[in-house]
């Protein structure tokens, strides 16, 4: 898609002669014969770049840039102008045209000019792919508890987030690492710029390097385009090194260099670039500990470790599990578009018992399950302690004998509970419950005589 190339030219030998050579060079080439069928091809073809003549009937090259500019694309186009056009065609520049090629222009000059409006609507594609999830996590990013753990960490976070200073976050898997560091973005100087994240522990060394330094077309096997790098990309914003504890030796000093100085070079260009990024990095390792077994650089860990933060583990701070529960429900209702469901305090009871070695990540998981599956409004405990029983920690059997019941008294509880629900209407309450009227009708006249039920039953 990245590679296809729009031709506009009302001049069916012109669309020809302009298709062929950039064919030639490698490009996959779309023609229209006007302004409007134009338009209908962005639409459907996605091209990489637009090139269209200036002058032609019913739409001319002004209009048709003004009308995909008004339609909010970012599309490179370029204009092709006839001497004695160059007012119009500095106009269209200040108009957001790409560029402009004047007639009449070899071959070389046309694929240079059209290769260069392709790469740029490659990186503006490529950087509002990483910028827009980047920042609408920045707006939803927050810290849920009231733990004293939480009440001690909150300054904290907010006086490192008013610093321009690198900061190093430690926590175990799931505890919230990349949610504290979207906090400190939103919260910085810098919110109003882009915030990129690179996970180092996905990567080989020799794509994370291309992948946070960029690399120059030709620079290694597969390298067709020149391409930015992370760390370009985030000039004036915050990029987020996940799991750094991941990245080897030798590239480490690479990244040392942009810590100190701020300065790098991409991949296969002796051409030194300056940025201006904020580095956070998070770990679930001691790097004090990596340094000590020679797998981590002592100069990069002192680099990193200007402002650290430590995550508590989610068996650390209970107090906030009923909160952080009832803020995931929640978020799935908006998400699906429902009422969010409610906790019973039993259910509570056994999610603070419990040991969460997933730790928030976990909890979120489970509450997510509990919303989707759950066919009642409320989420019982015999629901939470089903999926929590691959566990055998002491806390977990702590929570099963907290909510083992007799079956008899289960089923009365979710007989009663879907009564309630539909108005006392049996009929429906029976049908949502998959058992026959008459059966239900037999319980409930049971439970009266055994008097486990009120009479208004």
């Given at each position: ?7 506009v ?38 091209p ?34 006839a ?88 926590g ?55 391409r ?81 933060i430590?995550?508590?583990r ?43 070695p997933?730790?928030?990540r ?15 409004s ?56 998959g ?23």
């Open positions: 898609m990245s590679s296809k190339i729009l031709v030219d009302d001049k069916a030998m012109m669309r020809d002669s302009i298709g062929s050579t950039l064919q030639r060079a490698g490009f996959a080439v779309v023609a229209a014969g006007d302004g409007e069928v134009a338009l209908r091809m962005i639409g459907r073809h996605r990489g770049a637009v090139i269209t003549d200036l002058k032609m009937p019913t739409m001319d090259g002004l209009e048709l840039l003004t009308k995909v500019r008004a339609a909010g694309d970012r599309i490179p186009v370029v204009l092709m102008t001497y004695g056009s160059v007012d119009d065609a500095v106009r269209a520049m200040k108009d957001g045209a790409f560029d402009f090629i004047q007639k009449p222009f070899d071959g070389d000059q046309l694929v240079a000019t059209m290769r260069r409006a392709v790469d740029h609507g490659r990186l503006l594609r490529e950087n509002n792919a990483l910028c827009g999830p980047a920042r609408a996590c920045e707006e939803k990013a927050s810290l849920v508890g009231g733990s004293p753990a939480m009440r001690r960490l909150a300054p904290q976070i907010q006086q490192i987030a008013h610093s321009h200073g690198t900061v190093l976050i430690n175990e898997s799931g505890t919230g690492k990349e949610v504290v560091a979207r906090t400190i973005h939103a919260h910085s100087p810098r919110r109003d710029q882009v915030m990129l994240c690179v996970n180092c522990a996905a990567l080989s060394a020799s794509l994370l390097e291309s992948e946070l330094f960029g690399h120059e077309r030709g620079a290694f096997t597969g390298a067709e385009q020149m930015k790098g992370r760390f370009e990309l985030a000039d004036g914003g915050t990029i987020l090194l996940d799991e750094i504890s991941e990245i080897e030796l030798p590239l480490q000093a690479k990244l040392l260099r942009v810590l100190q100085e701020q300065q790098f070079e991409r991949v296969g260009s002796s051409v030194t670039l300056q940025v201006d990024v904020r580095v956070i990095a998070t770990t679930n390792r001691d790097l004090a500990q990596r340094v000590a077994e020679d797998a981590f650089r002592q100069d990069l860990y002192y680099r990193l470790n200007v402002l650290p430590c995550l508590p989610l068996c650390d701070r209970t107090e906030d599990i009923r909160l952080l529960a009832e803020h995931f429900l929640s978020q799935v209702a908006v998400r699906e578009g429902k009422e969010p469901k409610s906790l019973e305090p039993e259910a509570v009871e056994v999610m603070e018992a419990y040991a969460w997933g730790n928030v976990e909890l979120q998981n489970i509450c997510e399950r509990a919303s989707v599956l759950t066919r009642q409320t989420i019982t405990a015999d629901v939470i302690v089903g999926w929590l029983a691959g566990d055998q920690s002491p806390a977990t059997a702590t929570a099963e004998r907290k909510i083992v019941r007799p079956l008899e008294e289960v089923e009365r509880h979710e007989i009663l509970h879907a009564l309630d629900r539909f108005g006392g209407n049996r009929r429906r309450a029976a049908e949502a419950l058992i026959g009227i008459r059966t239900l009708g037999l319980k409930i006249k049971r439970w009266k005589e055994e008097n486990l039920v009120a009479d208004t039953v």
